[in-house]
């Protein structure tokens, strides 16, 4: 009887070592993938929200207020603006997005890039429409409910506000100056 449970924990054991080598084998190549994937779209927001630039030199990011600014050029290599990527806690956890900035202090653009909001509400910040209204506008914008927000979620819209302009001061203040 003692010969069986050494034989069943040994064989257990075989079969754990076995398991956690596989998964750590899975977890090493899936982690490279998910990487290049993370990368992949973050560069092709930063294309959508500073359209003007061509190419961007992370070489030349200023980092400011724990937000990093990489310099976007155009194709003439003048420099056109900064695109950086932001995290506020909303309703539902972190919502993500990348911000373009233009050289005076206005938003070009924005594109959400990861939200755990509210289906049906608070995730209607991710429609492209409710995104572009950003456009054009300054550290100077008050919010406005009945403008910046939807009717049964006020607290994405204005959490997407709230990092919109303490990404504006962090520019005006480090990156700006």
């Not at 010969?3 to 090493?28: E, K, M, Q, T, W």
């Not at 290599?77 to 932001?86: A, I, M, R």
Request: aromatic share 8%; hydrophobic share 40%.
């Amino acid at each position: 009887m003692k010969n069986r449970f050494v034989h069943y924990g040994a064989v257990l054991l075989i079969i754990a070592a076995v398991s956690a080598g596989v998964l750590g084998a899975v977890n090493d190549f899936t982690k490279t993938v998910i990487q290049e994937n993370e990368l992949k779209t973050v560069n092709q927001a930063r294309m959508k929200v500073l359209s003007v630039a061509k190419s961007f030199k992370q070489d030349e990011a200023v980092t400011t207020e724990g937000l990093e600014f990489i310099p976007g050029y155009n194709e003439g290599g003048e420099l056109v603006g900064y695109v950086t990527t932001v995290a506020q806690p909303g309703y539902g956890g972190d919502i993500k997005w990348v911000m373009g900035i233009t050289k005076d202090g206005k938003i070009a653009g924005m594109d959400i890039i990861g939200c755990q909001e509210t289906p049906g509400l608070g995730a209607k910040v991710q429609e492209r429409e409710w995104q572009d209204h950003w456009i054009g506008e300054d550290k100077t914008h008050e919010f406005n409910k009945s403008v910046d927000a939807f009717a049964g979620a006020t607290i994405s819209p204005k959490a997407i506000y709230d990092g919109l302009m303490r990404t504006l001061a962090a520019y005006e203040n480090g990156v700006r100056k």
